[in-house]
């Protein structure tokens, strides 16, 4: 076929109907004929579909309803699935009580890709492993919105896998651990589940879903971790183990400032209260707990004092791991680094989109042995605002703070050096630019990132690099940082946006990268055992980490089956070694990848060994 | 009077150089290294033990002044926001 022999052609096609649909309709116009498959008759395709009226539904001509969910979201609409003639897509999907109409997507295969790529599918791992689904082991997910309801986190017989929920978001009652939130233990779960609305019965479940999001979160973290599949069909990848979820809330906000131009669900203090949490209910437990959170700013060396407080309960006992998502911004210039002469300057040129609302923050980092004086530059280049070290600066508009730099002296945790700068939105947007001056230069070497804004991100607008990208919290000695990779595609590419390492000390991370591109698992308020109905896809390092818990869950219970105990350093051992290669071609360290591509089989094997 | 938070060389940087100062008896939580096992400042309610030298608490921000000064406090981190990696 040749290009230029091509024509276009302009159907009439109602324009909210879903892609797919779309499609058989524009096929059906043109007179293709569908072919007959094992659920489908001629000219008939497969739907799911969201109904106010299921008695309507039900009498629409030809239509062939296969399975009816009540109740399945909270506005009591129902979802079906059926059957229904290609020629009538467009009459139905115009009735007024349906809400939604899709056509079944094959996702079985794609589910499949985490637990299949990574070999950690249960008919991939070792011969003779006694992993058993990594039912010795607790996994703990510190995320937002838990579908305690949703089938893959059940047993068979209807009741809860979770051993317990903390939401540190309600308010603090007798029990509510460090009198923070509200404790759901096992039985308290179970009873809920056995009322009309468990979610009610409760006081706590995921919220209603967002117009551009499909199912939260935590629900889908969970379930690549460790759903079942009794739900969706396919399992994550410790399906047996059981399942503590902290729903993490932010404690301290401030109503003005930098902390509140950035959409944040937890904080750092509430995050290390979560992970003690989770250790103290596992107890004596193996347990593996994902944290897929991040931030951009920090030292990036892994001495903050959340960075120093996991390591620290990594190390207290055996049987312990955290892994930590890298983070999705390489690419997105929110990283600068270079170095400043010795009585010279250095300029950073921070762009301010003019469409963006909020404030902004940026953090620079250098050597204690260094002093660097910092001036401002506004976009129509007069300079406005110069800090020594060891000195603080504002600009005033009246009583505002519009401008904040702070050139710190010996940070508390590492002795280095740091200027921060803080950019109120009154202020113009356009390219700003950061002016460092040697005042005493040794090494001059700095690097600088501008801290998270997902309502409008300012960015470097050169000279940047990608590299040094990994989360604020990313960067911790005991951790295991994952770093996103696509499963489906041939060849097995980075995801575009996997952050990079170095730490800025140094360090080789992130350990290892895994499936994070485009991942099928449970979606919230979904409550149906029909496979098509029950998942949402989702991509981020955010897909990656939790892979890699469960395979941290598969190895601490096979060890455990052996009665060997693993610190978390022989654990992230076991998986860095295993890290598959091609890619990452060679054999050293790579920015990204990591070590390489996880493997669930190779980690295990690692552990069956005396 | 408000409390700078950019005046305490032991506060770890949180990542909101607050602009503005934040009144004297807000409570704030933090994250406290301390030099001594098992020392709590004065007027800081301990809420999670990491260790017997790491803790995270909550106290009043007219306090940190008197936290700055105590040599047995090595630093605190005050809670900083952190989003999905989605």
Not at chain 1, 155 to 170: E, F, H, V
Not at chain 1, 211 to 230: K, R
Not at chain 2, 16 to 30: G, H, K, M, N
Not at chain 2, 65 to 70: A, H, I, P, R, V
Request: hydrophobic content about 35%.
């Amino acid at each position: 076929m040749k290009l230029d022999e091509l024509s276009s052609e302009t159907l009439k096609i109602i324009p909210n109907l879903d892609p797919h649909l779309k499609n058989a309709v524009a096929n059906a116009k043109k007179g293709d004929k569908r072919d007959p498959s094992s659920s489908t008759a001629a000219d008939e395709i497969a739907v799911i579909a969201k109904v106010t009226d299921l008695d309507s539904w039900n009498k629409l001509n030809r239509v062939r309803t296969v399975t009816s969910i009540d109740g399945t979201a909270r506005d009591n609409t129902t979802i079906v699935t059926a059957r229904i003639p290609v020629s009538m897509i467009e009459a139905i999907r115009q009735e007024k009580f349906v809400v939604s109409l899709k056509a079944a997507r094959p996702v079985r295969p794609q589910l499949r890709k985490t637990i299949e790529e990574t070999k950690s599918r249960e008919d991939l791992l070792p011969i003779g492993n006694h992993t058993d689904g990594g039912s010795r082991a607790i996994v703990g997910i510190i995320d937002f919105g838990f579908d305690f309801m949703h089938k893959n986190f059940r047993n068979k017989d209807g009741s809860t896998r979770a051993l317990a929920i903390w939401d540190q978001n309600a308010p603090a009652g007798p029990g509510s651990p460090f009198g923070l939130g509200r404790l759901h233990l096992k039985e308290k779960i179970d009873a809920a589940l056995l009322k009309p609305d468990p979610f009610s019965a409760l006081g706590y479940g995921p919220p209603e879903e967002m117009p551009d999001e499909e199912g939260t979160h935590g629900t889908h973290v969970a379930d690549i971790a460790a759903g079942n599949g009794l739900g969706s069909g396919v399992p994550g990848v410790a399906p047996k183990a059981d399942i503590i979820f902290v729903e993490i809330s932010t404690s301290d906000i401030p109503a003005n400032g930098p902390g509140a131009v950035r959409s944040s669900l937890g904080d750092s203090v509430q995050l290390l209260e979560a992970i003690r949490f989770i250790l103290d209910q596992a107890g004596d437990r193996p347990c593996s707990i994902n944290v897929s959170l991040a931030t951009n700013g920090g030292p990036h060396d892994g001495s903050t004092l959340v960075e120093q407080g996991i390591d620290r309960l990594l190390t207290q006992a055996p049987n312990r791991a955290v892994t930590i998502a890298a983070g999705n911004t390489f690419g997105v210039g929110i990283h600068a680094a270079g170095r400043v002469p010795a009585d010279g300057t250095s300029d950073l040129f921070w762009s301010v989109p003019s469409d963006d609302s909020t404030s902004n923050e940026l953090e620079l980092w250098y050597r204690k042995g260094d002093l660097f004086a910092v001036e401002i530059i506004a976009p129509d280049g007069k300079s406005v605002l110069r800090a020594e070290p060891n000195e603080t600066k504002t600009l005033q508009a009246g009583n505002k703070t519009v401008m904040l730099v702070d050139n710190r002296i010996g940070d508390p945790n590492n002795g280095d050096n740091m200027i921060g700068v803080f950019l109120r939105r009154e202020l113009p947007p356009g390219r700003w630019t950061v002016r460092l001056h040697g005042v005493s230069v040794d090494d001059g070497r700095f690097h600088a990132w501008i801290e998270r804004d997902d309502i409008g991100q300012s960015i470097f607008d050169g000279p940047f690099d990608d590299t040094h990208t990994l989360g604020s919290i990313s960067c911790g000695h005991e951790t295991i940082v994952v770093g996103s990779y696509d499963a489906h595609q041939e060849g097995t590419p980075l995801s575009e946006d996997s952050s990079s390492g170095l730490t800025r000390d140094g360090r080789p991370k992130p350990e290892v990268c895994a499936p994070g591109r485009n991942v099928f698992a449970a979606r919230s308020l979904t409550r149906t055992d029909v496979p098509h109905v029950g998942v949402t896809h989702k991509s981020g390092t955010s897909m990656a980490a939790p892979a890699v818990a469960g395979i941290a869950a598969l190895i601490l219970s096979e060890a455990n089956s052996n009665h060997r105990s693993l610190t978390s350093a022989e654990l992230r051992k076991f998986v860095k070694d295993a890290a598959r290669r091609n890619p990452p071609s060679g054999t050293n360290f790579d920015l990204r990848f990591g070590k390489g591509r996880v493997s669930g089989a190779a980690s295990v094997r690692a552990a069956m060994m005396p | 009077m408000g409390i700078s938070l950019d005046n305490f060389k032991k506060v770890e940087f949180t990542g909101t150089a607050r602009p503005e100062p934040i009144s004297a008896d807000r409570t704030l939580t933090a994250i406290f290294k301390v030099t001594e096992a098992d020392y709590v400042p004065p007027k800081v309610h301990v809420r999670a033990r990491i260790d017997s030298m790491m803790f995270t608490g909550s106290f009043v921000a007219g306090d940190l002044w008197e936290l700055e000064s105590d040599q047995r406090v090595i630093s605190l981190a005050i809670s900083r926001p952190l989003g999905l990696s989605e």
